[in-house]
Every structure is written in C-alpha cells, then in structure tokens.
C-alpha cells in the first residue's frame, strides 16, 4: 500500500516546482510516482502545471534535422548508385555459365553488357536517380539568391514607407 501524501511531499513538490523540475524529476527526487506527484500538484490553488511544449518543439525540431541530413545523406547513396549503374553499361562484363551433364564452366567477355543487362542497369539507375531526387530536390540557386536579394529590397522599400507614412500621417492629423 502506498503511503499516505503529506505535508513535506506537499513543500517539496511547490520548492521543486518553482525551481524549474519537470514532473518526471521531481517524482525520482521525493520518492513517488510521476502521477503521484501530478496529484499533488493539481491540489494546489491554483494548480502547478508542466508544461513540457517547449521541450516537445525543441526535440521535434531536432528529430526534423536528424531526418533531414539522413535524407540527404541516403539521396547521396542513391545518387552514387546510378552512377555506379551507369559506368557499368560501358564497362567489359563477364559472363558465365554452369551446365550440361557434366556441369562444365564457361565464360566468355564481352566489351559491354548485352542490350538485356544495360536496360536492366538503367532501370535501376533511373530508379535510384528518381527516388535521389525525391528525397533532395535540386534547387535553382541562383534564382533563391535573386529572390533573396529581391525580398530584402522589398522589405526595405516597405519599411522606408511605413516610416515615412507614419510620419506623415502624424503631420496630417496636425
């Protein structure tokens, strides 16, 4: 059986509370459960709240970076695969085989791969591509720069009026 809440877990919570604790920390700190301790903090007047938003915005965002840079760096592999695939279809291949009765090897080089393989390899270089590019489009740099350096003129041109309309419009009301 639990043991009854009294007055210290009362203090305790409040002094672990203002000093900034979460939930979670101040129940390890006095002994109790998490809800236990979400309890306690109900019955004060007003309520004490853990409010964890920010916390939970701050690891989202760094869980979006994380998923992010693995983006790009498997948007690199992908890209490496195609090319890969690609140097392939003009490379001399190999090819082998084990048959008949007696099981006997062949193998005979060719100075590329047959039509069959390179359509083979550049499916899997366009597939490899395609999803590449999904997962990191390319971008128009030079179109983000001028549009960069067209949106801080813009701003500019928009705070300079305000600036001299507000004025402006001070005069008038004189």
Do not use: C
């Amino acid at each position: 059986m639990a043991r009854p809440i009294d007055d210290n877990d009362r203090k305790r919570v409040r002094e672990l509370h203002a000093a900034g604790k979460s939930r979670n920390d101040i129940a390890r700190e006095i002994n109790r459960s998490p809800s236990t301790v979400s309890k306690i903090a109900g019955s004060f007047d007003p309520p004490l709240k853990f409010d964890r938003a920010a916390e939970v915005e701050t690891a989202t965002r760094v869980r979006r970076a994380d998923l992010a840079a693995r983006r790009a760096d498997l948007a690199i592999t992908l890209h490496d695969i195609a090319e890969r695939e690609l140097a392939k279809m003009t490379e001399r291949t190999l090819y082998f085989e084990w048959g008949g009765k007696d099981h006997t090897y062949a193998q005979k080089w060719q100075d590329e791969p047959i039509p069959a393989d390179r359509r083979t390899m550049m499916a899997t270089a366009g597939a490899a591509l395609d999803r590449s590019l999904k997962l990191a489009p390319p971008r128009d740099e030079a179109g983000e720069r001028s549009r960069s350096v067209i949106g801080r003129l813009m701003d500019g041109l928009a705070r300079n009026y305000a600036e001299r309309h507000g004025e402006r419009g001070g005069d008038d009301a004189d």
